[in-house]
């Protein structure tokens, strides 16, 4: 098989903070030695793409500003596609605010006055944020959701993402999201694909996530590589429904697939 572009998952895939995940370094240098065209997706709504580019500098890595989108990114796109003109109510970090602020879109401190309801990973999140959350849906408005990841992978213990405080939210308002912006969408997909250039049989892409990673690649007919070294177990990986084409150690393994001598 011959590809021509990868989709590559950030945290639990090339770093863990700040610092780079055994077997990364090789992984990207076959990438390049291929010479595919390559993206880094991750699903962290909270920073903005130069942001990356820093933690990729401090992990030992080059990677431009330019290749990286965000749940963040994906978002503020998908906001100014289809809300341009709301009033948002955000329950989320203050990084996805400044970035929603950036593309001039409107944000409103009243649940009450809020024409859609964006939700997100929250470190300060609590009993008003789902009160606010109470308030704000009870119109019926869209309820929108960065991303659905329910832990993100960090040096030493996981910290809650997204996904628990949608979780939290749709328990207390007895409301499932409408939209997810981030992986595995059909808006996220469509966006890293058209950077790339190329159909998606012709691409790959990598993670540590079977319901984000794997799931995007595979609804749109990519190649799919499961990575061990973040949030999927073997105990995990049994139970899933969705079998990824290629299940590797770590990236230092992903050589083989770009030859055609993996298993």
Not at 75 to 93: C, K, N
Not at 251 to 258: F, H, P
């Amino acid at each position: 098989m011959s590809y021509n572009g990868i989709v590559l998952d950030v945290d639990g895939t090339v770093v863990r903070g700040d610092e780079p995940i055994p077997g990364a370094a090789a992984g990207l240098a076959a990438v390049s030695q291929a010479g595919l065209d390559r993206v880094f997706l991750s699903n962290n709504p909270t920073k903005r793409p130069a942001a990356y580019e820093s933690r990729f500098e401090t992990a030992g890595f080059d990677v431009d500003r330019e290749e990286v989108f965000t749940a963040g990114t994906i978002t503020t796109e998908y906001l100014r596609s289809e809300h341009a003109d709301d009033r948002l109510f955000v329950i989320g970090d203050p990084g996805l605010d400044s970035q929603l602020l950036a593309a001039d879109l409107s944000l409103t401190d009243d649940p009450e006055a809020a024409d859609a309801l964006v939700a997100s990973m929250d470190r300060e999140f609590g009993y008003q944020s789902l009160c606010d959350a109470i308030v704000a849906l009870d119109d019926e408005i869209p309820f929108i959701g960065t991303d659905p990841d329910m832990l993100i992978p960090q040096t030493g213990y996981n910290i809650p993402g997204t996904g628990a405080m949608l979780h939290a939210i749709e328990g207390v308002t007895d409301r499932e999201v409408d939209v997810i912006c981030g992986k595995p969408s059909d808006f996220a997909r469509r966006t890293v694909l058209d950077y790339l250039g190329c159909p998606p049989e012709e691409c790959l892409v990598v993670g540590d996530r079977l319901n984000t990673d794997i799931e995007l690649g595979a609804a749109a007919g990519m190649t799919t590589v499961l990575v061990r070294t973040g949030i999927t177990n073997a105990e995990t990986l049994a139970d899933s429904p969705t079998t990824p084409d290629y299940v590797l150690d770590s990236l230092a393994e992903l050589e083989a697939v770009l030859d055609g001598h993996a298993d």
